[in-house]
């Protein structure tokens, strides 16, 4: 497994999609925009963004497109993939894609107020 963890900004709202059977899913992109300080010049250098397109699922999904926003600076972590396609010009590309396990607000540069969702429980006999 790849696992990995990238933190960034929403570039759109994430987009909620249910399954022909009733799963829901979401649909976002991070950019990830790395930044570094250069001690010769006494500032700080951005480097090249990173976007990593993101599928979130289940309750997580519905959780994830009523709280986070175009904009949102979030922390995502999941199984990473690399996918390549040739676009419509012959042109080939490759795209990142994270199957997200958890997600939420960084809070590196905002405050945020946290509610419990509730959760299903099962009985058991």
Known sequence: M??????????????????KSGTAVAHLTIAHNPRRFDQEAGTFVDGDAVFVR?????????NVAE????????????????????????VKRTTLELEVQDIGPSLKF??????????ATAATV
């Open 2 to 19: 790849n696992q990995a963890t990238i933190s960034g900004n929403l570039t759109e709202e994430p987009t909620l999609n249910f399954t």
């Open 54 to 62: 993101c599928n979130v699922w289940g309750k997580q999904a519905e």
């Open 67 to 90: 709280s986070l926003h175009k904009g949102s600076h979030v922390i995502a972590a999941g199984e990473m993939s690399q996918n390549s396609y040739t676009d419509n010009e012959g």
């Open 110 to 119: 905002t405050a945020a107020t946290v509610n419990a969702a509730a959760l």
